[in-house]
């Protein structure tokens, strides 16, 4: 077995290293339930199988008493970076974000976890909710559509490699079967609430939040005008997704 070298990444979960020649190791941080690890190789797995640009899964591993995956190497940087160093693409970046989620979403798949059960799950464990709003959430959650479409989970820009010939969309541990206008719901929602540091210049804070309403904006506008979702079925998941991103802050 190879060493891991150099760490590439590093996440609230995982760390990315280098893992021999074309290959990378996920190595997930200590504690966590082996659950996750298998569960991510899984949803990965048949995603790659749907033809999609993502790494290929190979294989998970211990690796120094913690789980690992290995997985195929990509080239390139992600969007944000890209949109970081070329501000003025951002209005690109944005149509090109619509159009792989879009891409995403015309994959229909029945082997992952379902959208519906993990907001439920999540929902009736979010910590800052009372039972009654969570009894309110939850049944609005059970009148919305279901779907068996292949939906990300946490798309947006960080999750998205851009190389010189292709795209691949990573991290896919919160991959679900599901509605696609749930999913554009939850990176609707995740552009308009990220924060900067609180140590970040005004300056600087109010360019990034500038360049956040363009790309949101933009992102939004191209994602309905390509597809069937409408801009009424994002709104009526927007509180159980919102329920689940704040509630369990």
């Avoid at 939040?209 to 363009?214: A, C, G, N, W």
Wanted: with cysteine.
């Amino acid at each position: 077995m190879p060493d891991a070298t150099g760490i590439i990444a590093s996440g609230r979960t995982a760390e990315i290293l280098f893992f021999g020649e074309g290959q990378v190791l996920k190595l997930f941080r200590p504690g966590l339930p082996e659950q996750l690890s298998s569960d991510e190789y899984n949803i990965s797995n048949a995603v790659y199988n749907l033809g999609l640009s993502c790494p290929r899964p190979i294989e998970i591993i211990d690796y120094e008493e913690r789980k690992g995956i290995i997985y195929s190497q990509i080239d390139g940087i992600t969007m944000l970076k890209t949109i970081e160093k070329k501000i003025w693409t951002t209005k690109k970046q944005a149509k090109r974000m619509a159009t792989l989620h879009r891409d995403i979403h015309s994959k229909s798949v029945s082997s992952i976890p379902k959208q519906r059960e993990i907001l439920i799950d999540r929902i009736q464990h979010a910590p800052l909710l009372t039972t009654e709003e969570k009894s309110i959430i939850l049944f609005k959650l059970m009148s919305l559509k279901e779907g068996n479409k292949l939906c990300h989970g946490d798309f947006h820009p960080d999750n998205i490699m851009l190389g010189e010939k292709t795209e691949w969309v990573i991290d896919w541990m919160t991959g679900v079967e599901g509605n696609p206008a749930g999913d554009v719901a939850r990176t609707i929602l995740m552009l308009k609430l990220g924060n900067t540091p609180d140590e970040t210049p005004k300056i600087i804070s109010r360019l990034i939040s500038l360049i956040r309403h363009k790309l949101l904006v933009t992102y939004t506008k191209e994602y309905i005008s390509t597809s069937d979702v409408t801009m009424e079925e994002i709104n009526q998941w927007m509180g159980p997704v919102a329920a689940d991103q704040v509630g369990s802050r």
